[in-house]
């Protein structure tokens, strides 16, 4: 069974920095690209950020590109996106995504709650 | 950047009926390499995360019930409910995954009378 866990949200202030991981069980992980998509409270759905395979490359939005960065450790089946000059609209449940069928999300974790306030 | 309208932006049906949710698409979403196009549906029930319906715009992923069914192509796609259930109500996204950026639509919100 696919299994995608999220860990590492909280509280944190404007302009610091937070880095989330998900843990991936039940596949192959080194096979699939994976992907970040975030949910503002009580808003849709954004996508934040792709990873390749190995690593290699990486995929942003407007919004976060320069401040955030996805990264991999295949040995560990681990995804992460390191979060810097975090601001208050950076406020969401951050879901971690496996990506099939050349991008789609196919399976999700259950998210965890990041929330930027001073 | 391609930009995804969905409509309507709620609807309210009653149990049993056919419901038809609208997604648009500012470019083609249709790959001429392998004539797919590259829209994804999904459905999100209050207080829960996400959950894939339809990929390539009309294959069923895996474990969802007939009665969803996605079409279009191109630019122009919808998703039909049939026979819709209290169970459907729930927010249902579209998203293009055919260029970065990915964007999803802003959602219809479906709720029964």
């Known amino acids: 069974e696919v299994q995608l866990v999220e860990s590492g949200g909280g509280l944190v202030q404007p302009g610091r920095s937070l880095k989330l991981s998900c843990a991936a069980s039940?596949?192959?992980?080194?096979?699939?690209?994976m992907a970040w998509v975030r949910q503002a409270p009580k808003k849709g759905l954004e996508w934040v950020a792709t990873i390749s395979t190995s690593g290699s490359r990486t995929y942003y939005p407007d919004s976060v590109k320069g401040r955030f960065t996805i990264s991999r450790d295949n040995a560990k089946s681990s995804l992460y996106l390191q979060m810097n000059s975090l601001k208050s609209e950076d406020t969401a449940t951050y879901y971690c995504?496996?990506?099939?069928?050349?991008?789609?999300?196919?399976?999700w974790g259950q998210g965890v709650m990041v929330t930027v306030s001073s | 950047d391609i930009a995804i309208t969905q409509s309507p932006s709620s609807v309210a049906v009653s149990v049993g009926e056919t419901v038809t949710l609208s997604c648009k698409s500012s470019?083609?979403?249709?790959?001429?390499?392998?004539?797919?196009?590259?829209l994804g549906w999904y459905q999100q029930k209050p207080g829960q995360t996400p959950k894939p319906l339809i990929y390539w715009a009309t294959n069923r992923h895996t474990g969802v019930p007939d009665r969803f069914t996605g079409s279009g192509s191109g630019t122009d796609f919808t998703l039909i409910i049939s026979s819709v259930q209290a169970e459907d109500l729930a927010d249902y996204y579209c998203e293009q995954y055919f260029v970065y950026p990915f964007t999803f639509g802003s959602g219809t919100k479906l709720e029964i009378k």
């Open positions: 995504a496996r990506q099939d069928y050349g991008g789609y999300s196919g399976y």
């Open positions: 039940g596949f192959t992980f080194s096979n699939y690209y």
């Open positions: 470019q083609s979403l249709l790959y001429s390499e392998n004539n797919k196009d590259y």
